[in-house]
């Protein structure tokens, strides 16, 4: 973390304006996608960037009618597989029982899907029953003022970003995810850096997080900046855009803010 303050890539904000001679004024916001609704702020200065662009971009078009339909389809396992196929019968008995304890259904009702979604359902149950999202404040936010919303990505890109690890990994971490408390104290790890509005330190948790997995943090991270990074002068070309993504995105050397920077373009932190 000092090292990335050295080179002062990323100050403590989650909100940045991006300009540049060849495009129209943006701003770029660090989400988390889930996080309890005690520690939820829609802070002022969102929304004074939001009301002052004329078009939103989401990681994925949230709003698309289709995008559900198109989730659940990705989260599936392929060519009639099962999970059963990978895991061992302790692996199963003991994700059963857990399943069956907490969410009053047993393991084969999720057996067609990938241990993705099932830590999607950890996840949520670990935050508690008061939940909030960014993500879908912001398609509400769109629809109220009547601002276009689109994704940077599309399902089919992002799911294939967590189909990088093999299945059997997946479910490895998924039992992890329940026996251990680490999961949990790690999650509030990052809820307390996100309030810090660190960056650069939520950059170093996603490293910590996936226990410096190269080939991981290459498709989580690296190479979905790089394509945003990409994106974005061209999407902001004719028009002012808020561009909402996860906060792990943003900071490090090789962030989406960074790499903004080597193109040439200014940006800035907003503090209020």
């Given at each position: 973390?000092?090292?990335?303050?050295?080179?002062?890539?990323?100050?403590?904000?989650?909100?940045?304006?991006?300009?540049?001679?060849?495009?129209?004024?943006?701003?770029?916001?660090?989400?988390?996608?889930?996080?309890?609704?005690?520690?939820?702020?829609?802070?002022?200065?969102?929304?004074?960037?939001?009301?002052?662009?004329?078009?939103?971009?989401?990681?994925?078009?949230?709003?698309?009618?289709?995008?559900?339909?198109?989730?659940?389809?990705?989260?599936?396992?392929?060519?009639?597989?099962?999970?059963?196929?990978?895991?061992?019968?302790?692996?199963?008995?003991f994700l059963d029982a857990y399943f069956t304890a907490n969410f009053n259904?047993?393991?084969?009702?999720?057996?067609?899907?990938?241990?993705?979604?099932?830590?999607?359902?950890?996840?949520?149950?670990?935050?508690?029953?008061?939940?909030?999202?960014?993500?879908?404040?912001?398609?509400?936010?769109?629809?109220?003022?009547?601002?276009?919303?689109?994704?940077?990505?599309?399902?089919?890109?992002?799911?294939?970003?967590?189909?990088?690890?093999?299945?059997?990994?997946?479910?490895?971490?998924?039992?992890?995810?329940?026996?251990?408390?680490?999961?949990?104290?790690?999650?509030?790890?990052?809820?307390?850096?996100?309030?810090?509005?660190?960056?650069?330190?939520?950059?170093?948790?996603?490293?910590?997080?996936?226990?410096?997995?190269?080939?991981?943090?290459?498709?989580?991270?690296?190479?979905?900046?790089?394509?945003?990074?990409?994106?974005?002068?061209?999407?902001?070309?004719?028009?002012?855009?808020?561009?909402?993504?996860?906060?792990?995105?943003?900071?490090?050397?090789?962030?989406?803010?960074?790499?903004?920077?080597?193109?040439?373009?200014?940006?800035?932190?907003?503090?209020?």
């Amino acid at each position: 973390m000092a090292f990335y303050a050295q080179f002062g890539i990323a100050q403590n904000s989650l909100l940045y304006k991006v300009e540049g001679t060849d495009i129209q004024p943006s701003y770029l916001f660090g989400t988390i996608h889930l996080m309890p609704q005690k520690d939820f702020v829609m802070q002022p200065k969102v929304k004074k960037a939001f009301k002052r662009c004329d078009e939103v971009y989401l990681e994925l078009d949230m709003d698309d009618p289709n995008m559900l339909k198109e989730m659940m389809g990705a989260m599936n396992l392929k060519n009639g597989k099962t999970l059963d196929a990978y895991m061992d019968d302790d692996e199963y008995s003991f994700l059963d029982a857990y399943f069956t304890a907490n969410f009053n259904m047993s393991l084969a009702n999720f057996k067609t899907f990938k241990p993705f979604y099932l830590s999607s359902m950890l996840l949520t149950k670990m935050i508690g029953d008061q939940v909030a999202s960014y993500e879908m404040t912001f398609v509400q936010m769109a629809k109220t003022e009547s601002k276009e919303l689109k994704g940077l990505e599309t399902v089919a890109e992002q799911i294939a970003v967590f189909d990088t690890q093999p299945l059997d990994e997946q479910i490895d971490d998924l039992i992890k995810m329940i026996k251990e408390e680490s999961s949990l104290d790690l999650f509030n790890t990052l809820i307390e850096l996100y309030k810090k509005e660190n960056v650069d330190a939520l950059y170093t948790y996603m490293d910590d997080y996936f226990n410096n997995d190269e080939v991981m943090i290459n498709a989580l991270l690296l190479q979905r900046n790089k394509n945003w990074a990409d994106k974005i002068p061209q999407l902001s070309k004719e028009t002012s855009v808020f561009y909402a993504v996860g906060a792990g995105h943003l900071g490090g050397r090789k962030g989406v803010l960074q790499l903004l920077k080597d193109k040439g373009y200014i940006v800035t932190p907003i503090f209020e």
